[in-house]
């Protein structure tokens, strides 16, 4: 099995966070990358999740928190109208 060389580009900064890392771990880069390849060829995939977050914390929790009331791990009162509503929240400040 033939070896090919390859060229990446990456910042100054990445590549010597990263090679830094590499050494730690005891591998060189090149070793890193080869272990990346492997892992995509055995996935079928990139090895890891690709997403965009555009949440802020703020806004996870409240996710998490209408799921758990959703879910029924969280009970919160119903109301039947808006005035009943209404007074209630009055009483909260």
């Given at each position: 099995?033939?070896?090919?060389?390859?060229?990446i580009?990456?910042n100054?900064?990445?590549k010597?966070?990263?090679?830094?890392?590499?050494?730690?771990?005891?591998?060189?880069?090149?070793?890193?990358?080869?272990?990346?390849?492997?892992?995509?060829?055995?996935?079928?995939?990139?090895?890891?999740?690709?997403?965009i977050?555009?949440?802020?914390a703020e806004?996870i929790k409240?996710?998490?928190?209408?799921n758990d009331i959703?879910t029924?791990?969280?009970?919160?009162?119903?109301?039947?109208?808006?005035?009943?509503l209404?007074?209630?929240?009055?009483?909260?400040?």
């Amino acid at each position: 099995m033939g070896v090919t060389t390859i060229n990446i580009r990456l910042n100054d900064e990445d590549k010597k966070i990263f090679n830094e890392i590499c050494n730690e771990l005891g591998l060189n880069m090149s070793t890193a990358f080869n272990m990346f390849v492997k892992s995509m060829i055995r996935t079928g995939g990139l090895p890891f999740e690709v997403k965009i977050n555009n949440f802020n914390a703020e806004t996870i929790k409240a996710l998490e928190e209408t799921n758990d009331i959703l879910t029924g791990k969280i009970s919160r009162p119903v109301y039947k109208t808006t005035k009943e509503l209404f007074e209630a929240l009055d009483k909260e400040d």
